[in-house]
């Protein structure tokens, strides 16, 4: 099974509540169509070219590379910033009082295509697809989500909640991470092999956190003041991947105590667990499921949910308490937020298996579906290929 073999086999658009009228207003409007490139990275080059900065852009997500995508974008900018380029065009459509964000994404609709199926395994996940439909899937964070996790030392944004500001630093400043180039792994290596040599480390950065965050070290300053150095985006993600991880782990763990589980999926934070067939009292109470992001704030008031959750705080050297006070490191903010444990996918429309075209010989499979914001579409397929019965061994982050 292979997926996103091409762009156009992962479409997303997405719907949005923003007000847009063509009468001036604060904000200008404009939709971002684009191919193998990220938001980011496309937003970035938009405003070089016109010289804004790219605080004045707002968005509601991260769309992804390997996909075909558009999505609405604000800018705080009078002009008309309107560009066509190789992979992206970025089109006016209008104004708006408001600033984009994710609170105005009402959902994402996705088209998909599956390819390089047996006929065995088109049917199993025809099966597995019209399950989820019917059932809905449970809610992960998916793989992307996990970018920072070192899978030698764990997970950044834990070292700095457990004060091993030394180890934290030196994850975030030598993890080598495959889609780096091949000079920036070399350099991250080397930094590895010299840490503690502060001087030599220091001749050797190349991006900014590592200048300033090498240049105190080498100073005599602390591991903290050096982590707050790295960028705004890096730290928020830190915190980010360490609070799905949790998340995802405390719904595993409440999933298997109810006997709950009948397939998984690999991961790159550990397995997947998802339920199988379950009778309609089962389903409607997992529909009712919302758990917060392990985080400042957080109100737990199930006993058997919260039991779970100390047991794994407990398990990574952890406590509620340490979630409850200011940020570790500027930043690193933990805030508990709500999430659905179960995702129940709408105008979902599974297809009939087809030659394929890319890889012949094989068959490939097309699904179309709308799904909230922040839940994940290559989720859905990983609920509807799971294996059957549980992992017998799947790597977990060191603690």
Request: proline share 9%; charged share 25%; net charge positive.
């Amino acid at each position: 099974m292979r997926l996103k073999a091409t762009p156009d086999d992962f479409q997303v658009h997405e719907a949005t509540d923003l007000r847009i009228r063509q009468r001036p207003g604060p904000y200008r409007v404009y939709l971002l169509e684009k191919v193998g490139w990220n938001t980011v990275d496309a937003l970035g080059r938009i405003a070089r070219a016109w010289g804004v900065p790219l605080s004045r852009f707002a968005y509601g997500g991260k769309k992804d590379r390997h996909a075909r995508t558009s999505q609405y974008v604000t800018v705080a900018d009078p002009r008309d910033l309107s560009l066509r380029a190789p992979g992206y065009t970025f089109r006016f459509l209008g104004y708006s009082d408001e600033p984009m964000g994710p609170d105005r994404i009402l959902y994402n609709r996705f088209t998909l295509t599956i390819r390089e199926l047996t006929p065995a395994e088109a049917e199993r996940l025809q099966d597995g697809l019209r399950r989820v439909r019917e059932q809905g899937f449970i809610n992960y964070f998916d793989d992307q989500r996990f970018g920072s996790l070192d899978r030698e030392r764990g997970f950044i944004a834990e070292r700095l909640l457990q004060g091993r500001w030394e180890e934290a630093l030196a994850i975030a400043l030598t993890a080598v991470h495959p889609e780096e180039s091949r000079e920036a792994k070399a350099r991250k290596r080397a930094l590895r092999e010299r840490w503690g040599q502060w001087a030599e480390c220091l001749a050797l950065s190349r991006t900014r956190f590592e200048r300033e965050a090498f240049g105190i070290l080498a100073a005599g300053g602390p591991f903290r003041a050096a982590l707050a150095r790295a960028p705004a985006e890096d730290r928020a993600m830190w915190a980010a991947a360490y609070q799905a991880y949790l998340w995802n782990q405390w719904v595993a763990r409440l999933l298997g105590s109810r006997g709950w589980v009948g397939g998984w999926a690999p991961g790159r934070a550990g397995p997947y667990l998802f339920p199988g067939d379950l009778p309609p009292a089962a389903q409607a109470e997992l529909a009712r499921w919302v758990l917060p992001l392990p985080g400042r704030g957080m109100r737990v008031s199930d006993p058997g949910f919260r039991e779970a959750l100390l047991d794994l705080l407990a398990e990574r050297g952890l406590a509620l308490r340490d979630f409850q006070g200011p940020p570790p490191v500027p930043g690193v903010d933990l805030r508990a937020v709500p999430r659905p444990v179960r995702v129940l996918p709408e105008g979902m429309a599974v297809g009939e298996p087809e030659p394929d075209d890319r890889y012949p010989g094989k068959l490939k499979l097309t699904v179309s579906f709308q799904l909230p914001r922040a839940a994940y579409a290559t989720m859905l397929i990983k609920a509807a290929a799971a294996r059957p019965g549980l992992p017998r061994e799947m790597w977990l982050p060191p603690a």
